[in-house]
């Protein structure tokens, strides 16, 4: 709570709180600030969200030359601290939002504040395999940025056939000398720029028409394989691999706004009119409303709508200041 006496202070009503500091968060942050509504971002449990575990990002526009994601999230945070916003290392966990002002507790302390944008992305989805889950850390993972360097010429698995299965592909064929994806189709999701690299690297395969049923492994060891079927034939084989890395999508981060804010079946927050939520005052932008297009540049679009609404939200009740 220290923390809290200097930056986000005991009594103090917040014009602005915003939960999640990715592309999204930090977008919003940097408008909120422009607009002197002094923000305070609660970071969570991943500062910077996504790009941080990604490498060259090269779509991102204004970088012909590619950016590393960290090194971006790292500009925007300076560009949102730079006009006034205040970060916290904060994990949020319940939120209160049926009067104001709102109430946010973390896992450090509770704010109160006039708005609420939710930014607080999503999360790498798994396949839900009780094996999956024992070798976590030991060979499974869902982040080859953070972990690929441990297959040094190693024989890799991937899971998945979008943009990041063939992105994490590639990435690991920096350190493994075999890596194979693992795709339950015969036709990859991902974009053809990323089809072909793939196709043309000769360190990767794809198994096509083959799904998980369980990773193989033993303890100390960690994995040593994969029992795989085969879609089409429902046959059964085993692999060899010393690594699985899963790709398979995302899941929205909204478990703190449980029952709190209107969501999709999936759980991704309802927006309309821009970013607002079912609850007025509270307005959502980046991955955790949009299942769609989830792209860094989609989230800070969102992200500079979100503070703009909050700005036009706290000028319409009266609340600027
Ligand atoms: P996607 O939803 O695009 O792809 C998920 C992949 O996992 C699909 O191929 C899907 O198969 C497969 N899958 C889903 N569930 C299972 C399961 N239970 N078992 C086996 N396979 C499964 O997610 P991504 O994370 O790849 O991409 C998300 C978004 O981010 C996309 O819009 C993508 O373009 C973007 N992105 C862009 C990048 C870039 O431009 N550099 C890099 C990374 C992501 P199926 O195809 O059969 O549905």
């Avoid at 990041?164 to 990435?171: H, I, K, Q, S, V």
Wanted: hydrophobic share 40%; net charge negative; charged share 25%.
């Amino acid at each position: 709570m220290e923390q809290n006496g200097q930056k986000g202070q005991k009594g103090r009503v917040e014009n602005v709180l915003i939960v999640g500091s990715g592309a999204a968060g930090l977008t919003a942050a940097i408008y909120a600030a422009r607009a002197n509504l002094e923000p305070l971002v609660l970071e969570g449990m991943q500062p910077g969200g996504q790009l941080t575990i990604t490498s060259d990002v090269e779509n991102y526009p204004g970088f012909p030359e590619g950016i590393q994601g960290p090194d971006l999230m790292d500009a925007m945070k300076k560009q949102a601290e730079r006009f006034g916003t205040r970060c916290l290392s904060e994990d949020v966990v319940e939120v209160g939002l049926d009067g104001s002002p709102f109430i946010v507790r973390s896992d450090r302390g509770e704010y109160a504040c006039k708005s609420l944008i939710i930014a607080t992305g999503a999360s790498a989805r798994f396949m839900g395999l009780p094996s999956e889950q024992r070798f976590m850390g030991k060979g499974v993972s869902a982040c080859a940025t953070c972990d690929g360097f441990f297959f040094k010429n190693q024989e890799v698995m991937i899971v998945g056939g979008g943009d990041t299965a063939c992105e994490e592909a590639l990435f690991l064929t920096n350190f493994a000398k075999r890596v194979r994806i693992i795709h339950r189709r015969d036709e990859l999701r991902a974009s053809k720029i990323m089809q072909e690299r793939v196709m043309k690297h000769p360190k990767v395969e794809v198994l096509w028409n083959a799904v998980v049923e369980e990773i193989l492994g033993e303890d100390p060891k960690g994995v040593t394989g994969v029992r795989l079927k085969n879609t089409q034939t429902g046959e059964t084989f085993e692999e060899d691999c010393d690594g699985v890395f899963v790709a398979i999508g995302h899941v929205p981060n909204t478990s703190a706004f449980q029952g709190k804010i209107e969501t999709d079946e999936k759980g991704y927050i309802l927006t309309r009119d821009g970013t607002c939520t079912n609850v007025a005052g509270v307005f959502a932008a980046g991955d955790v409303q949009d299942s769609k297009y989830r792209q860094a540049v989609s989230a800070a679009g969102t992200g500079c709508m979100a503070a703009l609404d909050a700005f036009h939200f706290l000028e319409d009740t009266g609340e600027l200041g």
